[in-house]
């Protein structure tokens, strides 16, 4: 059963073609990559499906709802979550902090219950703290709760991102280049959390540079190549596939 | 933990009562007038740091929703309808309180506006219309933001200047007192100065608890995350426009509330509180007192609202604060209410992180 569903789907800027018709989908419970070379189209791709981007045409399908069109807010409310290829934490907020503002889609103290101090609102707040604890203890990095987060190092960054996400108790993870920037422990340290997230029962969509990581982990996995998509299908058959060794290694080799 | 967020609160309540106690110790209750203009300029700039420290939006047009409140409230107190005092709808109204029967200054009789019901409908004024400057200037980022802000600060400025029914360049006056209780009002009577200081006090403090609570909530958390990465608090659910816009309006109704009180304690408004400088003011307070820090935004509106009313300043008052401004952008962006004093604060309250990290 398909969680997410990507019908033909496509965004031009200008004279260039980022993404020309788009399909595949995401099953429930799965791990699913979209890989491509620099430029092919994967983080236009990702920024269509969390609402930073609008299709020019197509449709994005989830749980049957059509989301294409919507702003991320809204999108994170229908439990998808996303990470950002180059870290985007909140400035100024402890790594906690951090990790609370993930649980806002789920929670729902407005501006007057927050000035009047409401009881309701307060038990809430507790329920946030417990619940970003209990995502960094999750990931391992309870030990950062109140270290600022802009002062972690680059994987640690990547872990609070991550927990963040998680706080959101999405049903599905959006994962734009989890392994940019990180060494190969830190990699398979990635490759590892990935794993225990899709054990947890959250559907994974993973854009990836680089095919060791997702070789590994995914149920299946889509290439995209200038925008258009030219395989779809395990990582065994995927790898064997001429198409994507042609554009992975360049057509000139012989 | 929720009382350790209350000893900043008890804290300004005991300097407040201790300052009138010492006024009056060494006969120099006169001080108490400025001290009450101040406790209104500084609901201005509290509203202002909300905006600014913590949702990360500037607004150099806040003197125009303090004008707002002001004029509003002088022009529906000071109307004379006396002379429709037989149609319905205006024996109507009287009947609600809504008009009310007065005598100005030299004992004519007049029918205006209640201030009670001026204040309501100078507030809701107040949200309307940032409700609908915010919409599409909110849009805007940095420079732009502040361009645009400062050109509603500029029309607001223009068309009470141009105004007739507003009294162009010489203001509003004669605006009557503003009745609290029986036996008590906003106005500047002598008579009334020490009330008039606690309850100007007592509005600062209401309006510090609702904004500390609100910096210590889900919202807060919101605001200081679209401060530190928009697009970021924007996946993770933040509706970043409307919570921007929200803070707008409520920053807007504390301008124009503490424009209908300090109108009626002063008797009147001119243009000048509309004026581009007192909004640049208002920045430059909050600039000076650490953006992010309503505490520290409060103690340097005390002493510089106070030194300016004061005359300290003389004939440079403008340029004192343009020059803070100055300064404080080159030398100290954090503020001068120095990083110790913040973290003792901090420590005071240990669920205020942001007050060390800023």
Redesign the interface.
């Known amino acids: 059963m398909s969680l997410l569903e990507i019908k033909n789907i496509s965004k031009r800027f200008g004279g260039l073609q980022a993404v020309k018709d788009v399909s595949f989908s995401v099953r429930k419970g799965s791990i699913k990559a979209v890989i491509g070379p620099n430029g092919a189209g994967k983080t236009t791709l990702f920024n269509l499906v969390?609402?930073?981007l609008y299709p020019d045409v197509g449709a994005i399908i989830y749980q049957g709802v059509p989301i294409n069109g919507k702003?991320?807010?809204e999108i994170?409310?229908y439990g998808l979550?996303?990470t950002?290829q180059h870290i985007?934490?909140?400035?100024?907020?402890?790594a906690l902090?951090?990790v609370?503002?993930?649980c806002?889609?789920r929670?729902r103290?407005?501006?007057l219950?927050?000035?009047?101090?409401l009881p309701w609102?307060?038990r809430?707040?507790q329920e946030?703290r417990d619940k970003a604890h209990a995502m960094m203890d999750l990931l391992g990095i309870a030990h950062l709760s109140g270290a600022?987060a802009l002062s972690l190092s680059y994987g640690q960054q990547r872990a609070v991102e991550l927990a963040?996400?998680l706080a959101?108790s999405p049903t599905m993870l959006l994962l734009d280049e989890p392994a940019a920037g990180l060494n190969m422990r830190e990699t398979a340290d990635v490759a590892k959390l990935i794993a225990r997230v899709r054990d947890l029962g959250i559907t994974v969509l993973i854009v990836e540079h680089d095919m060791s990581l997702v070789m590994d982990i995914s149920d299946e996995i889509v290439v995209l190549s200038y925008g258009e998509k030219i395989a779809d299908d395990v990582p065994r058959a995927v790898q064997t596939n001429p198409e994507v060794v042609r554009v992975y290694l360049g057509e000139d080799d012989a | 933990m929720?009382t350790r967020r209350f000893i900043p609160i008890l804290t300004l309540v005991a300097v407040v009562i201790l300052v009138q106690l010492v006024t009056q110790v060494v006969a120099k209750e006169f001080y108490l007038t400025q001290l009450t203009m101040t406790a209104y300029y500084s609901l201005i700039v509290i509203g202002l740091c909300l905006l600014m420290g913590f949702a990360g939006q500037i607004s150099l047009g806040h003197a125009g929703f303090f004008a707002i409140g002001g004029y509003t409230s002088a022009v529906l107190t000071t109307l004379d309808l006396s002379t429709f005092k037989d149609a319905v709808f205006v024996a109507l109204l009287t009947k609600l309180r809504i008009l009310t029967d007065r005598q100005d200054l030299y004992g004519h009789a007049l029918v205006s506006v209640h201030p009670w019901a001026a204040c309501i409908v100078a507030a809701l004024l107040a949200l309307v219309i940032s409700w609908a400057i915010g919409i599409p200037v909110l849009k805007l980022k940095g420079h732009y933001l502040a361009m645009a802000t400062l050109g509603f600060g500029i029309i607001i400025y223009s068309i009470v200047l141009g105004t007739q029914r507003f009294g162009a360049a010489d203001g509003i006056s004669g605006v009557p007192p503003f009745p609290l209780l029986p036996g008590i009002s906003v106005s500047g009577g002598s008579s009334l100065r020490v009330l008039n200081y606690y309850f100007a006090w007592l509005l600062v403090t209401a309006a510090m608890i609702?904004?500390v609570?609100?910096i210590?909530?889900?919202?807060?958390?919101?605001l200081?995350?679209i401060?530190?990465?928009e697009?970021?608090?924007?996946?993770?659910?933040?509706?970043?426009a409307r919570y921007k816009l929200?803070t707008f309006m409520?920053s807007a109704v504390l301008a124009a509330i503490a424009g209908v009180f300090l109108t009626h304690f002063n008797g009147g408004i001119g243009p000048s509180e509309a004026s581009i400088i007192k909004s640049v003011r208002y920045v430059a307070i909050v600039a000076v007192g650490g953006m992010?820090s309503l505490w520290g935004t409060l103690i340097m509106s005390v002493v510089l609202n106070f030194f300016s009313l004061r005359g300290y300043f003389g004939t440079f008052d403008d340029a004192v604060f343009g020059s803070i401004l100055i300064l404080i952008m080159l030398f100290a962006p954090d503020g001068i209410i120095g990083s110790d004093l913040r973290k003792l604060i901090g420590k005071l309250n240990p669920k205020s992180?942001?007050a060390n990290?800023?």
């Open positions: 969390s609402g930073f702003d991320p807010y994170a409310g979550s996303r950002f985007k934490l909140f400035a100024h907020m402890t902090e951090n609370m503002v993930g806002h889609v929670s103290a407005g501006f219950a927050g000035m009047l101090n609102a307060r809430e707040e946030i600022e963040r996400a959101s | 929720k609702l904004l609570n609100l210590h909530s889900r919202v807060g958390r919101a200081r995350a401060h530190g990465a697009d970021a608090s924007n996946a993770m659910g933040v509706d970043t929200s409520l992010g992180q942001m990290n800023k």
